[in-house]
């Protein structure tokens, strides 16, 4: 079986900072690329960055670069999405994706994690 598990989320104040972590375990192992999404209330799901297998591929939505920043540790198993300079429009549930290809398109992602819900609010 394939599992991803986040964790990490929780409640920041604007400007603050967030660290979360997706834990990759089976076959999600074997996939290319592990992707950070999100999903806002009533709004629909969407990329905020990937990493490939070995860290030499990263890329990030407009909206987040320059203040988000994806790495791993295979060694561990992990996937990290720091957040810097939160704002509440980053409030949503963040979920992690195992999929074959460098991409941020979200039906092209096979395994998902639970999510996990980052709050920004004063």
């Known amino acids: 079986q394939s599992h991803l598990v986040e964790s990490g989320g929780g409640l920041v104040q604007p400007g603050g900072s967030l660290r979360l972590s997706c834990v990759i375990s089976?076959?999600?192992?074997?996939?290319?690329?592990i992707g950070w999404f999100r999903q806002a209330p009533g709004k629909e799901r969407e990329g905020v960055s990937f990493?490939?297998?070995?860290?030499?591929?990263?890329n990030y939505a407009d909206s987040v670069k320059g203040r988000f920043t994806i790495s791993r540790d295979n060694a561990k198993k992990t996937v990290y999405l720091q957040m810097n300079s939160l704002t509440p429009e980053d409030t949503a549930v963040y979920y992690c994706?195992?999929?074959?290809?460098?991409?941020?398109?979200?039906?092209?992602?096979?395994?998902w994690g639970q999510g996990t819900q980052v709050t920004v609010s004063s």
């Open positions: 994706a195992a999929g074959p290809i460098a991409t941020m398109a979200t039906h092209r992602f096979d395994v």
């Open positions: 089976g076959g999600a192992l074997d996939y290319y690329v």
């Open positions: 990493i490939t297998r070995t860290g030499g591929i990263t």
